[in-house]
């Protein structure tokens, strides 16, 4: 109500008014004598001062006049409180548009939500200047409701946006009513605004997290995760860019993947070195979520602030995604404009990741899991063939059944142990050691048989394999006629590899020693053959001296 419009209105009128507008905020779910009660304890003491000395003026006559003069004080201090008590809640507004004049008169608050001078606005100021203050998307449909409650002398009630010169959008909800004059022409039309923006961010947010569960749980590739994740994120936030990155602890590098950007901001996917924007990796290495409200203000990217500012970021969120205490993956926000985060908008952009990581290692499973279901049928075929080879050449060289037997089931127990330290391991390779000492297991019968010797290795499954069988080759022959043979005999194992890289060669040499003389075999059995045949893709050379077998297998590593 402005002071214009009181001097020519009836007890009777600021009555009424005073009532419409206390029903507007009873309405609007605010507790206008509350309200009253806690703002105004302070000046509560003059107002009451006022108000008794008009009601001694009323006591000491008995004038009409006079008491018309208290009734106006009384309806006047009564509005003063509660115009006093919406401003002071910070987010509730009022207006009175004078139709037949076109002035909007306005409180503080009305008007800064508009971005209308508050000067201008008590003075009042055009229906157009207010106006212009709605989002452009909105502009219509209000447009359309207001003329309604004119045509009508309707009521006016929605929710809208407001746009700031600065991009900011604000959500209101205002509440209003058309009066029409005793000929039924529109006059007045009063209301007020609430800033309802956390609200419906926080409906937003909860909305995008539902839209998110629902396009993931049908998405099966990781860079469709990351931009469906970043474009919910960025479409709740409002902002400029957002998306997913892999991350590379040890080397402080990212991996974008196709984020989600407005129109004419450019993509950042792509691999990306962090301290070429800043330090803030250390942060992040931390497990600390990155907060940066202005690139160029910010000791951790101020002297980096034109790289960061030529890909459009002025303000950039990044929440860490951590997995076994290192840096797997981040969460990224940008805005090329000022933003005031929320705690809120943090936690959500953190729920976001989360569910998008545990996405990625859904994704990364099934590929894993297919991948060990071919290389588990592929194992299978290879190990089937191998035994039947065995089988094979066991059954053709052995004189009867039990000889074959007593052949056969070693040869088979030592594959399943190489295969036992194949699956124990990494699945790609098996250490050298582990290898030599599961294929000499069935032969050690005694402290200091067996000297065994060299540095960790990995080979290759085919290499690991052959070389398991064919240790079992040689330490059979050894038990049944060379060093083994014999309580004082031994055998020493040494392996080593030369060159590095794709030049790499692994070498292992067996020797046996304190056995009977040895003499080169007057046949070669399946054993024999198998030792010959050496590595996969490398060589092999047998020695009989006298003092006992040497054989030194070769087989290239690199590649």
């Known amino acids: 109500m402005t002071g214009q419009n009181q001097k020519h209105m009836s007890v009777e009128e600021l009555a009424a008014e005073n009532a419409r507008l206390r029903a507007l905020l009873r309405d609007a779910g605010l507790d206008a004598r509350r309200l009253v009660q806690r703002q105004m304890q302070a000046a509560d003491r003059d107002y009451q001062l006022d108000l008794a000395g008009a009601v001694s003026e009323l006591a000491a006559s008995d004038d009409l006049e006079s008491e018309l003069r208290v009734s106006r004080a009384a309806l006047a ?5 509660l115009a006093f008590a919406v401003e002071a809640s910070g987010s509730l507004g009022w207006w009175d548009w004078d139709i037949t004049q076109d002035r909007v008169y306005a409180g503080e608050t009305f008007a800064r939500m508009y971005e ?8 009042g100021a ?4 207010f106006i212009d203050g709605i989002h452009p998307d909105d502009r219509a449909f209000v447009g359309e409701r207001i003329e309604h409650a004119i045509a009508t002398a309707g009521e006016f009630r929605e929710e809208y946006r407001l746009l700031s010169g600065d991009g900011t959008v604000t959500w209101i909800y205002a509440r209003g009513r058309c009066y029409h004059d005793a000929q039924g022409r529109p006059s007045r039309y009063p209301g007020i605004a609430i800033d309802i923006t956390e609200r419906k961010s926080a409906e937003q947010r909860k909305d995008a997290l539902v839209e998110l569960g629902d396009r993931l749980r049908d998405l099966d590739e990781v860079g469709a995760i990351a ?9 709740a936030l409002g902002a400029t860019r957002a998306g997913y990155g892999l991350v590379d602890h040890a080397r402080e590098t990212v991996t974008m993947q196709p984020d989600w950007r407005m129109p004419g901001t450019a993509s950042i996917a792509g691999l990306h070195r962090f301290r070429d924007y800043g330090s803030f990796i250390d942060d992040l290495k931390r497990g600390e979520t990155v907060i940066i409200p202005d690139v160029t203000a910010d000791p951790r990217t101020r002297a980096m602030s034109d790289a960061l500012l030529g890909l ?5 969120v990044n929440v860490p995604i ?7 993956a981040v969460a990224f926000v940008h805005y090329d404009r000022a933003h005031a985060w929320t705690q809120e908008e943090v936690a959500f952009v953190r729920t976001v990741a989360d569910r998008t990581q545990a996405a990625v290692a859904r ?9 060990l279901n071919g290389e588990l049928s592929h194992r299978l075929k290879n190990t089937l063939a191998m035994v039947q080879s065995i089988a094979t050449q066991t059954l053709r060289n052995a004189a009867d059944l039990d000889a074959a037997r007593e052949d056969l089931v070693p040869r088979l127990i030592a594959l399943g142990k190489a295969h036992d330290i194949l699956l124990a391991g990494s699945r790609e390779s098996a250490e050298v050691t582990d290898i030599v000492t599961g294929a000499l297991a069935l032969h050690a019968d005694g402290v200091g048989r067996f000297a065994i010797d060299g540095p960790t290795v990995h080979v290759d499954p085919a290499v690991a394999l052959s070389l398991s069988l064919i240790l079992h080759e040689l330490a059979t022959n050894a038990a049944k006629y060379g060093s083994l043979s014999q309580a004082g005999g031994h055998v020493s194992v040494v392996w080593a590899v030369d060159g590095a890289g794709e030049d790499a060669t692994f070498r292992l040499t067996w020797t046996e020693r304190g056995g009977p003389t040895i003499a080169p075999p007057s046949r070669k059995g399946f054993g024999s053959r198998l030792i010959e045949r050496g ?3 490398g060589t092999v050379r047998t020695e009989y001296a006298p003092e006992g077998v040497s054989c030194r297998l070769e087989a290239p590593l690199g590649g």
Do not use: H, K, M, N
């Open 116 to 123: 209308v001078d508050p000067t201008v606005a008590a003075a």
């Open 77 to 81: 201090l009564s509005e003063e409180r």
């Open 312 to 316: 459009g970021i002025r303000v950039l």
């Open 227 to 235: 931009y469906a994740a970043a474009e919910v994120i960025a479409r």
């Open 126 to 129: 055009p229906i157009l200047d």
């Open 322 to 328: 951590v997995e076994r205490g290192r840096l797997a």
């Open 535 to 537: 590595l996969a893709g």
């Open 363 to 371: 994704v990364r499973a099934e590929e894993q899991q297919r991948w």
